[in-house]
């Protein structure tokens, strides 16, 4: 795999990270470290949560914070709580596997080293995936679509980033010549 980590490249200048990739990346980084710590919590507190609605302890703690809802907001509020609560909590720990792995893709493409990219895109397509086994089934309104447009849009915008950085590694290689 290709690495263009500031190397030198003949007598040219190092090849630097575009600031449009620099910008994303940055995105990249926040939301793999948010969905990483929102997997634990998910891992840890889904059984909890669960036993909280059931025994209708949720409802006694949340009902100051509730109250000025009105009964349709509650009833959609309440729906969506439930559908959480009953997702396995074996998607939270695949999710913590794969986001760690769209971390660990995110920092190889920080060093602008080309593994990063496949790294990320394989985690993307296996989080989609992941979700759609554990919750899209579950959901009346599924976010698949926009969830499948978004890691599009980014895997993407790293590929094209990757492009552009061989064009301007194959040009300077041709000055040298």
Same mark, same amino acid.
């Given at each position: ?29 926040? $939301? ?49 709580? $439930?559908?959480?609560?009953?997702? $396995? ?17 995110v ?40 969830? &499948? &447009?978004?890691?599009?849009?980014f ?18 290689q041709?000055?040298?010549?």
């Amino acid at each position: 795999m290709e690495t263009y980590d500031n190397n030198q490249i003949g007598n040219q200048q190092p090849v630097k990270r575009p600031g449009g990739m620099t910008f994303f990346l940055i995105l990249s980084l926040i $939301n793999a470290c948010f969905q990483i710590f929102s997997a634990i919590l998910g891992y840890l507190g889904a059984p909890m949560m669960k036993e909280m609605i059931e025994t209708g302890q949720f409802e006694e703690v949340m009902a100051p914070f509730l109250s000025n809802m009105n009964g349709e907001a509650m009833d959609a509020f309440m729906e969506s709580l $439930n559908i959480t609560a009953s997702i $396995n909590p074996t998607y939270y720990l695949f999710l913590f596997i794969l986001y760690v792995g769209s971390l660990v893709g995110v920092l190889k493409m920080f060093k602008l080293d080309k593994i990063g990219f496949h790294i990320y895109s394989i985690s993307q397509i296996c989080i989609l995936i992941n979700a759609s086994v554990f919750v899209y089934p579950l959901q009346t309104v599924s976010a698949f679509t926009s969830d &499948l &447009l978004s890691a599009i849009l980014f895997i993407l915008l790293y590929y094209l980033f990757f492009k552009r950085l061989e064009q301007i590694n194959n040009g300077n290689q041709e000055g040298n010549i």
